[in-house]
């Protein structure tokens, strides 16, 4: 029961039924919504795990509130925002989760929350205006991807086992 729980909550993320209060901030210009399957990841992963990211940008556009919520999701080692369109995989610029040890065991729930700010900002992102990173996420140009890893080798075994990313979406505007 408690698993059909936190999958209603991600689908009423995903479909922005809850969108608007899922991260404080109550006064602030735009939200971002990136819903993480195992079918966005590069190559696709065959997994159960689900994930929504919800952003909202601050009224002076100099950082940006988050919460990550995920399901069904085993041995979590981290979480990023990467900048790349869909389809491609690309450098990290962000750090949301972790790291965390491998092996973890099951995650349910929340699985990060913060504040990215300019300073946040790594990869070829780090040392550039935060207004940077806004325009990759106005133009869908950024993903938000969690890394699995079980501790044993080899890697990339099944659920559980991706440390290149189990699941993934691509960050988008989802209004005021």
């Known amino acids: ?3 059909l729980g936190i999958f209603l909550v991600v689908t ?3 479909t922005g039924a809850l969108a608007a209060s899922a991260v404080a901030s109550p006064s602030a210009d735009q939200n971002f919504i990136a819903i993480l399957t195992g079918d966005n990841e590069v190559p696709a992963n065959d997994t159960l795990a689900r994930g929504v990211a919800v952003f909202r940008l601050s009224d002076d556009g100099a950082s940006l509130s988050y919460r990550l919520i995920v399901a ?13 369109p869909a389809g491609v995989n ?3 610029v962000a750090f949301l989760a972790g790291p965390f040890p ?7 729930g929340v699985l990060a929350e913060g504040t990215i700010t300019a300073a946040s900002l790594v990869g070829p992102l780090a040392g550039q205006p935060f207004a940077t990173l806004v325009a990759a996420l106005n133009t869908g ?4 991807n969690v890394h699995t890893n ?4 080899p890697v990339n075994t099944g659920p559980g ?3 290149g990313g189990e699941v993934r979406g691509q960050i988008r505007a989802n209004g005021p």
Not at 72 to 84: G, K, R
Not at 102 to 108: E, F, K, L, M, P
Not at 141 to 144: D, F, G, K, L
């Open 161 to 163: 086992d991706f440390p």
């Open 102 to 108: 491998a092996g973890g065991g099951r995650t349910d």
């Open 90 to 92: 690309g450098a990290v």
């Open 12 to 14: 009423l993320l995903a």
């Open 72 to 84: 069904n999701i085993d041995n979590v080692v981290a979480s990023h925002i990467h900048v790349a």
């Open 1 to 3: 029961m408690r698993r």
């Open 150 to 153: 079980d501790g044993v080798a």
């Open 141 to 144: 140009n950024a993903y938000v």
